[in-house]
């Protein structure tokens, strides 16, 4: 046999034991159940992926709701496309950036403004997935009451899917995710001097 041959049947009998191991993996996995997904880290990518669950859910049609809290720009990318959607309702529910607006008491008053809408769609089974973009802020800083967010999410209709974005996820909610990712920075654009630019940024 030649050394391609040894190759390629090696390769095949590899391939073999991997699809077994697979396929015992997707059958073990049988669960159905409204997920919580948190993003978080310091690398680009965590809004991103949740507009990309979007996406994917509106293709299967279902109904999403999105709030977008901390931020307050309404000339997003993402705003312009998702608001066309029949099936998904937008809501801008921050004032700046907690360094912009430098008043704790103001951002508490808009964090709990922001959070009754979020709470009505958590308590709401119609809505099939909820993003709660940029949440973790409002409770590392202790915005909103860590026990009633949590409480909230937890009691939520079953079968609802919820995204949670933003940076320093505190200890409790990715306890409570079913699944958590941690977007490191490894390199990003804007520390060369690379503006934020639509299309990628917003
Ligand atoms: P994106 O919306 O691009 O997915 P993100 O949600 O992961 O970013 P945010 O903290 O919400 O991160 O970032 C808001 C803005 O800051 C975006 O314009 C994003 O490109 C930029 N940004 C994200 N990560 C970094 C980083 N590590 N350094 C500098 N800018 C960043
Ligand atoms: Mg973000």
Redesign the pocket.
């Known amino acids: 046999m030649s050394s391609d041959d040894k190759k390629s049947q090696y390769h095949k009998i590899r391939m073999e034991r991997k699809k077994a191991q697979i396929d015992a993996a997707i059958a073990r996995a049988d669960q159905k159940k409204g997920l919580l997904i948190v993003i978080t880290g ?8 949740a507009f990309g669950t979007i996406a994917r859910a509106l293709g299967h049609g279902l109904k999403v709701g999105v709030c977008q809290f901390i931020k307050s720009r309404t000339d997003t990318g993402e705003e312009a496309f998702f608001k066309a959607q029949p099936k998904c309702e937008w809501h801008v529910l921050g004032d700046g950036f907690t360094w912009d607006t430098q008043n704790r008491e103001q951002d508490i008053a808009t964090s709990e403004r922001g959070w009754q809408v979020a709470r009505q769609m958590l308590q709401d089974p119609s809505y099939d997935l909820v993003v709660l973009d ?1 949440l973790t802020y409002l409770l590392s800083y202790d915005y909103l009451d860590k026990d009633t967010v949590l409480n909230t999410i937890m009691e939520r209709p079953e079968g609802q899917h919820v995204v949670v ?3 320093s996820a505190i200890a409790e909610l990715r306890e409570l995710a079913d699944t958590v990712s941690e ?1 490191q ?1 490894e390199k ?1 654009a ?2 060369s001097g690379i503006q ?1 630019q639509p299309g ?3």
Do not use: L, P, Q, V
């Open positions: 310091h690398g680009k990518g965590k809004s991103t992926s940029e974005t933003g940076r977007i920075d990003h804007y520390k934020a990628i940024d917003f």
